[in-house]
């Protein structure tokens, strides 16, 4: 992942995604997404959950771990969304324990659209070119279930009016561990 891509990041999605198909593929995969306060220092997490089609030449299966670079507060307001369609273009190719996703997509949302960077790693048999769709969704029972809030909306936990919960502590430790190696 470029240095210079992640150093203005202003927020990080990571979700685990598995894919499955041939010409035509479906995808379901869960994750975290966090973003970058006004003092510098990270939001709490909200968690989120993906579903996806592609469509290419392409075929086999994968398990991904991606990285979606939040490069501006645009990209950070459609993760606010309790709902929002990313659509995208991509290469793959899996083969073992060892394989590369990269993709850069276009998502919207009912608080806007924003451009995101995505990087990753996978594991399995998988080759392919396509375009891809998706929609992500804002865990609201996961984050009801953590915070215990019924009230608490993504746009009060990503833009830092929720404190950080100290059970996310690993969490921070490697991004100030990965940011730090940056500077």
Not at 29 to 45: E, F, I, M, N, Q
Request: aromatic fraction near 8%; charge should be positive.
């Amino acid at each position: 992942m470029p240095s210079a891509v992640l150093k203005g990041a202003k927020g990080l999605a990571i979700l685990t995604v598995a894919k499955a198909g041939m010409l035509l593929t479906y995808k379901i995969g869960t994750g975290l997404v966090v973003a970058r306060r006004v003092d510098g220092s990270w939001s709490a997490p909200s968690a989120i959950a993906s579903v996806g089609l592609g469509w290419g030449v392409q075929a086999g299966g994968e398990l991904t771990d991606f990285i979606i670079v939040l490069h501006d507060h645009k990209a950070v307001n459609v993760f606010c969304s309790r709902m929002h369609f990313a659509l995208g273009a991509g290469r793959s190719a899996a083969a073992g324990p060892v394989g590369r996703v990269l993709e850069a997509d276009l998502r919207a949302g009912d608080r806007g659209s924003g451009m995101c960077y995505t990087y990753s790693c996978s594991k399995g048999a998988f080759l392919g070119v396509s375009l891809e769709g998706n929609i992500i969704t804002t865990r609201m029972d996961t984050n009801l279930e953590f915070y215990g809030d019924p009230y608490l909306t993504t746009t009060d936990i990503l833009h830092g009016t929720v404190e950080r919960p100290r059970a996310a502590d690993p969490l921070y430790s490697a991004l100030d561990n990965l940011f730090s190696k940056l500077w």
